[in-house]
């Protein structure tokens, strides 16, 4: 059975859990080296994401930001082809998943942990957030296409540095590339099923407290784009 040798200091987030205790006493399935606020579900994502931190900038810097977040991220590459950010009540899951579609569209499984990374980020400032629908599922709250257009930019971005006018893969059909911000919500609003009220709300805000039926944390400003 595998423990820290110092109390954890997230401790306070599980009271439950003894405040020695390295990932819950289940080691195998999970991965906690620091002992702050990110998950993996498996091994494969802490290699996936531990590649993007040494050769990506943006991405280390919005790694960060999600370690020292008081929320609970967990990275989830999975076979289900599910490539979306989801809330369980409890820990938002950045899932990524390389599908039949994808891999047409020219995506790699770093630009999509790049891309819900993006998101996950998006959440963690106040850009976006969770409402529970009439069904009791939670589904994306004030997500535009802002919102993805920033997403698609840093899954093109390359493993050393941030370039948004280099945009492939899944910009366009057999890796062409959209060069304007006019050809890019184009194609959002003509292949991604945008709806009226997703489209062009210029990243509208709202301060919202988690509740029962709403969970978003205070809009911030960030240092980086």
């Known amino acids: 059975m595998a423990g ?14 003894s405040p020695y205790a390295y990932c819950a006493w289940n080691p195998v399935k999970l991965v906690d080296p620091k002992g702050k606020e ?3 579900s498996s091994f494969r994502d802490w290699f996936y994401v531990l590649t993007q ?15 020292d977040s008081k929320e609970v991220y967990v990275f989830n590459n ?8 989801t809330f369980n009540n409890e820990k938002i899951f950045i899932n990524y998943s390389l599908g039949e579609n994808e891999k047409k569209e020219k995506a790699t499984v770093f630009s999509l942990l790049r891309h819900e990374t993006e ?7 106040g850009e976006v957030g969770f409402v ?11 997500y535009d296409i802002y919102d993805e257009l920033k997403a698609r930019d840093f899954e093109a971005s390359s493993f050393i540095i941030l370039n948004p006018q280099s945009i492939y ?15 890019q919500i184009d194609f959002l609003i003509n292949n991604c099923n945008f709806k009226s009220s997703e ?7 709202e301060d919202v407290d988690g509740d029962e039926t709403r969970y978003a944390l205070p809009h911030r400003n960030r240092t980086y784009k």
Do not use: C
């Not at 998101?119 to 400032?125: D, L, N, S, T």
């Open 4 to 17: 820290w040798l110092s109390v954890d200091p997230m401790a306070d987030k599980h009271p439950s859990i």
């Open 38 to 40: 990110v998950e993996y």
């Open 53 to 67: 931190r040494m050769f990506n900038k943006g991405f280390r810097l919005r790694y960060k930001d999600l370690r």
């Open 78 to 85: 999975n076979d289900k082809g599910e490539n979306k950010l």
């Open 119 to 125: 998101h996950a980020v998006q959440f963690e400032y």
């Open 132 to 142: 529970r629908d009439d069904s009791g599922k939670w589904r994306s709250l004030n």
């Open 169 to 183: 893969g899944r910009w366009g059909s057999e890796g062409s590339a959209l060069e304007t911000r006019e050809q």
């Open 199 to 205: 489209i062009l709300l210029d990243n509208r805000q």
